[in-house]
């Protein structure tokens, strides 16, 4: 019995599980604002308004006191267009579906797959919630303990929270808590696959990436900087430090703490103990005294509807950075899936080309052409996705430092 040829359609639906199963972290993210771009070639622009919950105040006594709306924005851009090309032949249309994708596929679409895990791992630049000890390799259940600790402080949601590691922190993790009070099927995954696997103190999921990113912090000096201003306005985004090291750099993804400045959970709006960490944005070079102005996200006052820390960052007050200078850490990402959001556009179906398709699933759009090279005699064929991601709630993520 002749052999039916496969489909683009086809195809391209296989591609497109296969790039989902091979997505680490991109794949317990949020992707629910996905379908404002579902429209032939993003024709609504590349860029996407994303509302974050309003704030209020909560106030004492009968008497009503109205208050303005606090509701706040982000953006999303999506203006990433990652591809992977391949060639396939007629005759390879002949395979099996599944022989098709084991052959052709699988191999090049989980490297698209990791690059653009790779891309998602960025957040962390974005992310001021630390944990861990810079440069030591984690490998107890108190930092996923602490990191949860820090979910809970900024009021993040129970469910659903992942943690993503890379492998060193994965076997450092596996081989430290492998005797801790777990399931006997957890520890039976456990000990299969080597992986820490789901349902873990109270994560619905640990799992190891070979994505995340190293950091190499700024040449600034750790510690013996202060600041040399205090921040006076609400919604301030800039705070002036001095003595950190003269011509010294901060990278922006640097973490830092100021003295007698604490974190507030977001809802009562009480210090959680401890000192908020902030992250810079933008890099900076320091002048000869080691002085600069450092750009972080806006600061607002326990009195503010917005709080993020007990009291506005005052004068001359110590300044301390996580990390040794100069050096390289590992960036593992502990977040609730709201924290981060991650979306796809539709690319233009070209005419007049050899196949030609365009599939969604999940919230993720993929494209697939193939076109004959009459140069060359070859038949290449491309695979494309066009997305963005956007940290849309930091302090519902936290970096656990290796």
Sequence with gaps: MANSLLTIDMITRKALEILENNLVLTRNVNRQYDDSFAVEGAKIGSTLRIRLPDRALVTDGAALQVQSDNEQFTTLTVASQKHIGVNFTSAELTLQLDDFAERVLKPRISQLAASIDADVANSFRYIGNSVGTPGTTPGTSLVLLQAQQKLNENAAVMSPRYATVNPAANAGLVEGMKGLFNPTDTISRQFKNGMMGMGVL????????????????????ATGGSTSAAVSSEGATTIAITGAGANATVKAGDVFTVADCFA??????????????????VDVTLGSSGEGNLTVAPIYSASNALATVNSLPGNSKAVVFVGAASSQYPQNLVYHKDAITFATADLMMPQGVDMASRQVHNGISMRIVRQYDINNDRMPCRIDVLYGYSVIRPQMAVRLWG
């Design 202 to 221: 109270g994560f619905d999921e640990i799992n190891m990436s070979q994505s995340i990113k190293q950091f190499t912090t700024g040449s600034r000096n």
């Design 264 to 281: 507030v959970n977001p809802q009562t709006r009480e210090s959680t103990g401890s000192l908020f960490q902030f992250v810079v944005t």
